[in-house]
């Protein structure tokens, strides 16, 4: 039986994670150490009693059912890094009889087969690139960003630009407009066109 420890289940998100009501699940366990994470306590220990199987997820999120189907919204996965929990976000997608959107906010810095196994079943990827460049990517998450240029260009291949929304943050004191110019000018000749820039906040904010 498929289990995945949850960190939080926060409901009737409006237009904040995709369009429609949206419920948020985050997960546990990310590859990145970033230096502003804004969701760093899903790093540490996992607590007990945080484990879920899809069946249990479903019944804590259907009661919002009928906002979902009203306004097309429906699950959003994050964390942490959800990816890496693909089979049950799969498992959990087969309980999925009313249309329910399914979306992924990620980093995409993991290994292909996570994102070729979530490819059939996710409407929408929202994906938080970072930076394009190689130095500042790894000076900001401590790892380097070979995994997201392949699966961004898996994405490509499959012709599925049109689900992804990639965000460019701009990072106090790692990179700066040009870098996100440089960022989106190389997306944007693999066929990406759905931008999200934005500022991140720092601790000094």
């Known amino acids: 039986m498929t ?110 087969e996570h994102v070729q196994a979530l490819i059939p079943i996710v409407d929408q990827w929202i994906v938080d690139i970072k930076s394009w460049d190689w130095f500042t990517y790894l000076a900001y998450t401590g790892q380097d960003n070979y995994r997201v240029k392949g699966n961004m260009n898996h994405f490509a291949l499959k012709e599925i630009q049109d689900k992804v929304v990639v965000r460019l943050p701009l990072i106090e004191s790692y990179n700066d407009d040009e870098d996100r110019k440089e960022s989106m000018s190389y997306l944007q000749a693999m066929g990406f066109t759905k931008f999200d820039l934005f500022t991140y906040k720092t601790p000094k904010q």
């Open 3 to 112: 289990k995945a420890p949850i960190h939080a289940i926060s409901r009737l998100r409006p237009g904040t994670d995709g369009n429609g009501i949206t419920t948020l699940v985050t997960f546990y366990g990310c590859p990145l150490r970033c230096k502003y994470c804004l969701n760093a306590d899903t790093l540490g220990a996992i607590p007990q009693g945080h484990e879920m199987t899809p069946e249990e997820l479903y019944e804590r999120v259907r009661k919002d059912d009928l906002y979902f189907r009203a306004t097309g919204g429906g699950v959003t996965f994050g964390g942490g890094e959800p990816c890496l929990r693909s089979e049950f976000i799969r498992e959990f997608a087969r309980l999925n009889r009313n249309g329910w959107k399914i979306r992924v906010e990620t980093s995409l810095n993991v290994p292909l």
